[in-house]
């Protein structure tokens, strides 16, 4: 089984639409979670971290569910700029190693 | 602030030749990895460094791979021989101090290898 294991999708959506991602890890010892994007051809950049309380900033919610150790993002009013690939992200052991999982990849439809 | 710079940014080698890959790490920046990213999956950790000493190089393929931070900063991955798998993005990323700093990682733009 992978660390971490993401839907490769692709998903296409209008733009406006609400779009959810999903990511599922196997390490229960896992401490800090987090959502990289990466454009096409580009290096990944962090989105936002994961909190277990959950957390937003501005139209991204990310939530967190240790028991079921499971992570989402929830995109919403979705833009043409927000098209790449979400990238979802575990630490591994106290080194601050991340666990890259394979990528969603969103296409935003005009 | 510049960012992680690396070198080059394309690379076309045949198999079993050698090449080498160069990177700066974010001025002050302790920490530095080396990611291989294979088209279609995320980035998978090489190499490690906390400043110029190896923390984890346990995903580095020894008989082919090697890599370096001599003086704490820069660093170089080198694959000899080359083969037809390791076609890939290489990418550097760098991070403040491991006690100190936070999990942020800031990568370079990477460096594409084509093996023929």
């Known amino acids: 089984r992978k660390e971490v294991e993401q839907d490769p999708g692709p998903f296409n959506v209008p733009e406006g639409a609400t779009v959810a991602f999903n990511c599922t890890y196997s390490?229960?010892?896992?401490?800090?979670f987090f959502w990289y994007r990466q454009d096409c051809r580009k290096e990944p950049k962090l989105l936002m971290s994961?909190?277990?309380s959950g957390n937003e900033d501005g139209r991204f919610t990310a939530q967190l569910n240790r028991a079921s150790q499971y992570i989402s993002l929830l995109i919403r009013d979705s833009k043409l700029s927000d098209s790449a690939t979400y990238l979802c992200?575990?630490?591994?052991?106290?080194?601050?190693?991340?666990?890259f999982g394979s990528g969603t990849q969103l296409t935003v439809l005009p | 602030e510049a960012g992680v710079a690396q070198s080059p940014r394309y690379k076309i080698i045949e198999k079993r030749q050698s090449v080498a890959f160069w990177c700066n790490p974010i001025?002050?920046?302790?920490?530095l990895y080396w990611y291989q990213q294979i088209l279609g999956q995320g980035p998978k950790l090489l190499i490690q460094?906390?400043?110029?000493?190896?923390?984890?190089d346990s995903q580095l393929p020894k008989d082919r791979f090697s890599a370096e931070r001599l003086k704490g900063v820069d660093s170089t991955l080198k694959i000899q021989p080359a083969k037809l798998e390791d076609s890939a993005v290489y990418l550097c990323?760098?991070?403040?101090?491991?006690?100190?700093?936070?999990?942020?990682?800031?990568f370079g733009p990477g460096t594409r290898l084509t093996v023929t």
């Open positions: 992200v575990v630490n591994r052991g106290s080194a601050r190693q991340l666990t």
């Open positions: 390490n229960s010892a896992s401490q800090s």
């Open positions: 990323a760098s991070s403040p101090n491991l006690l100190a700093g936070g999990y942020e990682q800031y």
């Open positions: 460094f906390q400043n110029n000493g190896v923390v984890d």
């Open positions: 001025s002050g920046h302790a920490t």
């Open positions: 994961v909190y277990s």
